[in-house]
Structure formats: C-alpha cells, structure tokens
Nanobody
Framework: QLQLVESGGGLVQPGDSLRLSCVASGRAFTSYYMAWFRQAPGKEREFVAAISDGARFSRYVHSVKGRFTISRDNAKYTLYLQMNNLTPEDTAAYYC??????????????????WGQGTQVTVSS
C-alpha cells in the first residue's frame, strides 16, 4: 500500500509562509486524487484543499482561499501545500491523504483511504 510522509511544518509568526510536502512511496500516487486536511487540538479534522490526479482541478476551504495553493509533481510523487499569510487560526497538525478510487474531488475524511502521519504547523507571535 502507498505510504505518505509529510514534512515542512514548523513554528512561524503571523504573516509568514510555509510550504508543506507530502512524498508518496510509489507510482500509484499519480492516479490518486490527493488532499490536505488539518486538525487543531480539540477540534475535528477538517478539509483544507484537494487536487485531481492530473492537477487540472483543485478546491479549497473558504478560509484559505487566496492564501494557500495545492499542487503536485507526479514525476516526484510529491504533493505540496504552499501557505502564505499564515494566521494563528491556521495552527494545526496537517495531513496529506489519498483518495484511491475517486473520480471527483471530495471533502469528507471518509473518502480518503491512505493518510500520512502529519506535520505540525504553529503560528504564533
């Protein structure tokens, strides 16, 4: 089964930027719709952004539109999340996830079968 490993999290100040990466273990990555989710302490895991297998389509949660950009490099089996103008409300553990049988973008966690271990993003002054 495909494995996903996230990296790029850290402690930053409000207004800063970060780029998260999610490296997949195999070629199957290129066929999967992929997404980023996040989970803050005491809250449910929430959808952040998703991208189609060929990167033609993407979707974002309203709160990150215009600040975050999801992208992928299928040649490198890597998913990215560029996060700009970060705010304390973006503080969370960020997870990448693969929808192995998706043909359209979905936002519910139950549609994603493979998950990474997460990377922590903390935005604080």
């Amino acid at each position: 089964q495909l494995q996903l490993v996230e990296s790029g999290g850290g402690l930053v100040q409000p207004g800063d930027s970060l780029r998260l990466s999610c490296v997949a273990s195999g070629r199957a990555f290129t066929s999967y719709y992929m997404a980023w989710f996040r989970q803050a302490p005491g809250k449910e895991r929430e959808f952040v952004a998703a991208i189609s297998d060929g990167a033609r389509f993407s979707r974002y949660v309203h709160s990150v539109k215009g600040r975050f950009t999801i992208s992928r490099d299928n040649a490198k089996y890597t998913l990215y999340l560029q996060m700009n103008n970060l705010t304390p409300e973006d503080t969370a553990a960020y997870y990448c996830a693969a929808d192995t049988d998706g043909t359209y973008i979905r936002e519910d966690t139950s549609s994603y079968e493979i998950w990474g271990q997460g990377t922590q993003v903390t935005v604080s002054s």
